[in-house]
């Protein structure tokens, strides 16, 4: 093995010690989640726009997940399954539009045991809210089928679209809407508990639709838990506008995740003139007598914005020991705190993070051959799609290469191609294309190790490559196939967690 092949090996080997030493190998799952829905967003054409409708629409959607791992059901689920076989498409399904009667009906049959609503946040789509009501759903594992409520959101990600949505969820219809499905949801609903879940901006709109229930006076022994997640609510106004008229009617049933590594939280603050959000924790956290607050901040390391805390680190997991275990916070994973005499709870747990390695976008590579060694710096724009740039052994800079991987699974076949340029100095320079196939065995810690093989197809080359010399026989494909294969490690990152 010459030098650079020892550095490619060692700086590999570093990076392998440097990662987790998990190993365990994951599968692709397919779970097939049913969801009731309302929303007063406008139907066309089968599909739902960022346009508010003058009235309330029901009906029944699916949503395929892909997934990496299991969660043990309870056998009287009927809600979700296994895709099967013909299935094949992922995400969103064609939506079943239904009556209220219909509905209704569909209300008292599936949701006879515990359940919960799930109102989504700033920038969603009607799919990119069903998704997030899915994947809530398979890792609560609650016996009734979920309830989705989505309101016309622009689905847009800009301070301009931030602004509709804001002026959206203030409006009167708006708040008109999600109150009468709240009331007719825990009206015709079976006799299970109903929780009512908010995310990020919904968790206002949810407030102040729960404000004018109780003001009605509307009665709240259906419902379980009232559980804001990144509130993007004004913590002053909560505390001192909203919270005396929940309190009556709604008890110690509010709870409060939060976080002091919310970016997303840290920005509408800005946005608002610095005034803190209900959902920021740590150093900012806002404390309010009877009112249960969980502090995430310890456990949403490496989480990128970390605003979406219904689905990072052990939130959802503090959530299923709640509702589904029906335990304390004093048996769950979570200490106890105090701050100006005010209680509240520290979550530390991170083992139970949901991590795949379809969360990684980056990766360095090393890769050792018969001829060609070198150094490969990867960006995954999709988890099935990688782009390559790499440093030939010997040569300067000089790869470009697209890689289709077959399967996005630990253990991934692949294809690959790509040009090449050569300089060995002196005007000794050549082009050449190259294309092959390779298998890749991915941990999920992101460390990899893999085997490829490549044919070279020359382009051109100067005068002035030596017959007989490294590049002469690299372009030659000499002793091919044997000189094809390669030994490559790899290490994925996820992008977003190097930024923090």
Not at 80 to 105: A, T
Not at 146 to 159: A, E, K, Q, V
Request: proline fraction near 3%.
């Amino acid at each position: 093995m010459d030098t650079f092949s020892k550095r490619i090996f060692l700086f590999c080997l570093s990076l392998a010690l440097a990662g987790s030493a998990s190993s365990q190998t994951t599968r692709d799952y397919y779970p097939v989640v049913s969801i009731l829905y309302g929303t007063d967003r406008t139907l066309k054409n089968d599909g739902f726009l960022a346009k508010s409708s003058p009235d309330l629409s029901f009906g029944q959607a699916q949503f395929i997940l892909h997934l990496h791992y299991v969660r043990k059901s309870d056998s009287d689920q009927n809600w979700w399954r296994f895709k099967n076989s013909d299935e094949k498409k992922k995400g969103l399904q064609p939506v079943n539009p239904m009556g209220k009667k219909d509905f209704n009906q569909a209300l008292r049959q599936d949701t006879q045991n515990e359940t919960f609503l799930y109102v989504h946040g700033f920038s969603t789509t009607f799919e990119e809210g069903a998704k997030e009501a899915a994947q809530i759903a398979y890792d609560l594992q609650l016996p009734g089928k979920p309830l989705l409520y989505s309101w016309p959101s622009h689905g847009n990600i800009s301070i301009g679209d931030y602004k509709v949505d804001q002026d959206t969820v203030n409006h009167v219809e708006t708040i008109n809407h999600l109150k009468l499905f709240i009331r007719q949801v825990l009206k015709e609903s079976g006799r299970g508990q109903v929780h009512l879940v908010g995310f990020s901006m919904g968790t206002y709109l949810l407030t102040r639709a729960l404000i004018e229930l109780a003001d009605e006076g509307q009665s709240f022994s259906k419902v379980g838990a009232v559980i804001l997640i990144s509130a993007d609510i004004d913590a002053e106004d909560f505390k001192n506008l909203y919270y005396p008229k929940l309190k009556t009617a709604l008890g110690g049933k509010l709870v409060l995740y939060v976080s002091g590594k919310d970016k997303a939280l840290e920005f509408s603050a800005a946005f608002h003139h610095s005034r803190r959000r209900l959902g920021q924790g740590d150093g900012k956290v806002t404390l309010i007598d009877g009112l249960t607050t969980i502090d995430a901040t310890q456990s949403s390391q490496d989480c990128g914005i970390c605003h979406g805390l219904s689905q990072i680190n052990g939130v959802i997991n503090d959530m299923y020991l709640s509702l589904h275990q029906s335990l304390p916070p004093n048996k769950r994973l979570v200490d106890d705190y105090g701050k100006n005499s005010e209680k509240y709870y520290v979550l530390f747990d991170d083992a139970h993070s949901i991590e795949t390695i379809e969360d990684h976008n980056f990766a360095i590579e090393g890769q050792m051959g018969t001829y060609l060694n070198n150094l490969k710096f990867i960006w995954l724009p999709d988890p099935a799609l990688e782009m390559e740039a790499g440093i030939n052994h010997g040569f300067l800079p000089t790869q470009l290469e697209l890689r289709w991987n077959i399967t996005t699974s630990n253990l991934r076949p692949y294809l690959n191609a790509g040009f090449d340029y050569y300089d060995q100095g002196s005007d000794s320079t050549a082009w050449a294309a190259h294309g092959g196939l390779g298998l890749e065995l991915v941990s999920d810690s992101g460390l990899g190790l893999g085997l490829e093989w490549d044919g070279v197809a020359e382009i051109a080359r100067s005068p002035a490559v030596i017959s007989g010399s490294y590049l002469d026989r690299l372009l030659d494909n000499d002793d091919f196939p044997w000189s094809g294969f390669r030994l490559h490690l790899i290490k994925y990152f996820d992008f977003n967690k190097l930024l923090n």
